[in-house]
Every structure is written in C-alpha cells, then in structure tokens.
C-alpha cells in the first residue's frame, strides 16, 4: 500500500459539531420519556388485570404469575430507562457546556466509557429478589 491509502485508511472521523451533538442527545433523551411514559401504561394495564378476579383457582394462579412476571419485567425494563436517560442527559448538558467549539468522536466515546462504568457498578449493587409464587 501506498503512504496516502495509509493515511485516508488510519484516518479519524471528523469532529462532531457540538451543538448537533446536543441535539441528539436531546432528542434521544425526549425519546427515553415517551418511552417511560408507554411502560407506565403497561404496568398500569397489568395491575389493573392483577387485580380483576378470575373464576377458577387454576385460572387465578396463571395469571397471578403470569401478571406478576410482566410488571417485573417492564419495572426492570423501566429501572434501566430511568439509567439511560439520566445518561443522555448528562451528554447533552456536557456538550452544552461546549459552546461554539467542536467535540471530537474520541471525546464523546470517553464520555460513554465512563458513564457505562458508573452503570455497571450501580447494576452491579442492585439485588433482584426471585420470583416466588405466593398460592403455593
């Protein structure tokens, strides 16, 4: 290979403008709330079917563990959301502390290291508790 594939082949991305880098982040932020907002309606919709009685012992068991299993689910679900939007959050108001200059890829990707750092060693901490079947 030549000296100049070389260099365009090793070559880096050119920096990102720091306010689109905001506004993606932003609106990936916005897009974490509509997305908390659709699991709260799921974990509403599951507790009110929780609570509906149902006619045979059989029936009430499978749907207890059943309903039981999906509202833990969408909390987990919703738990991490809450983590990555306050992740999202923590960028856009970072590149917002960036006026009028550029933010480079590398940057930005420091940025996600160290928040997913501070992710792991917070899910690290929490404990789930298993599942158990309250008729039996």
Sequence with gaps: MTKITKQLQTASRPPVDALQYEKLALST???CDQQLGQLNRLVNLASTIYRCPTVTRDERQSQ???LELLVETVEGYKSDLVRDRE???VI???AKGVPES???AKHA???LASAAIAHAATSASMSVAP???ADA
């Design 29 to 31: 932020f916005h897009l």
């Design 87 to 89: 992740l999202y959050q």
């Design 109 to 111: 990707a420091g940025l």
């Design 102 to 104: 550029r933010i480079t």
């Design 92 to 94: 856009a108001l970072d």
């Design 131 to 133: 599942l158990t079947n």
């Design 64 to 66: 207890r563990a059943l």
